[in-house]
T-cell receptor
């Protein structure tokens, strides 16, 4: 069983479109995250949810809207896609929020905006 | 945020140990040292973390300098499956729940 899963794995779309990425974790964790990895492989946090509540929004444009219907799911909706949104997006989860927690990452969604 | 410095790349032969250095001269007393790795086309995965003492687990060992300004991740017997980018990350002990990865060290393992 996959611990953290994401769909789709690849997403190719035109500028201006709206798209969603789904994430599910079956680890029973309370905290979930969205990260963006750019072409230089730098990984930056975008959002963090704890028990379905938004905890962190790291200066992400409001075209990005996370939704957590329950503790096991954290989806990412992106409106009006731009070329600069092309990246790999990773979902992650952890048991709790803290500096010693282990974060478990999904396989990533490679988004290409044309 | 305290920064880390790692070599861009390292090569190793299969079955040999790999020592991956990380410099973090501005580390604060409450910063934990974490290592994650990312295999090709996969998400990052946790390797090990420590605060002051050396740490061992089934994947690797972490040797932390006495002044904590540097640390070394040790893969005792490299396998082809260990070829990945290894990231050294500092996380504040009080409120650093997020991970922020730099460029990391790309490890190549020769058969």
């Amino acid at each position: 069983d996959t611990a953290v899963s994401q769909t789709p794995k690849y997403l190719v779309t035109q500028m201006g479109n709206d798209k969603s990425i789904k994430c599910e974790q079956n680890l029973g964790h309370d905290t979930m995250y969205w990260y963006k990895q750019d072409s230089k492989k730098f990984l930056k946090i975008m959002f963090s949810y704890n028990n379905k509540e938004l905890i962190i929004n790291e200066t992400v444009p409001n075209r990005f809207s996370p939704k957590s219907p329950d503790k096991a799911h954290l989806n990412l909706h992106i409106n009006s896609l731009e070329l600069g949104d092309s990246a790999v997006y990773f979902c992650a989860s952890s048991h709790y929020r803290g500096s010693t927690d282990t974060q478990y990452f999904g396989p990533g969604t490679r988004l290409t905006v044309l | 945020d305290a920064k880390t410095t790692q070599p861009n790349s390292m090569e190793s032969n299969e079955e040999e140990p790999v020592h991956l250095p990380c410099n973090h001269s501005t580390i604060s007393g409450t910063d934990y040292i974490h290592w994650y790795r990312q295999l090709p086309s996969q998400g990052p995965e946790y390797v090990i973390h420590g605060l002051t003492s050396n740490v061992n687990n089934r994947m690797a060992s972490l040797a932390i300098a006495e002044d904590r300004k540097s640390s070394t991740l040790i893969l005792h017997r490299a396998t082809l499956r260990d070829a990945a980018v290894y990231y050294c990350i500092l996380r504040d002990g009080f409120n650093d729940y997020k991970l922020s990865f730099g460029a990391g060290t790309t490890v190549t393992v020769r058969a």
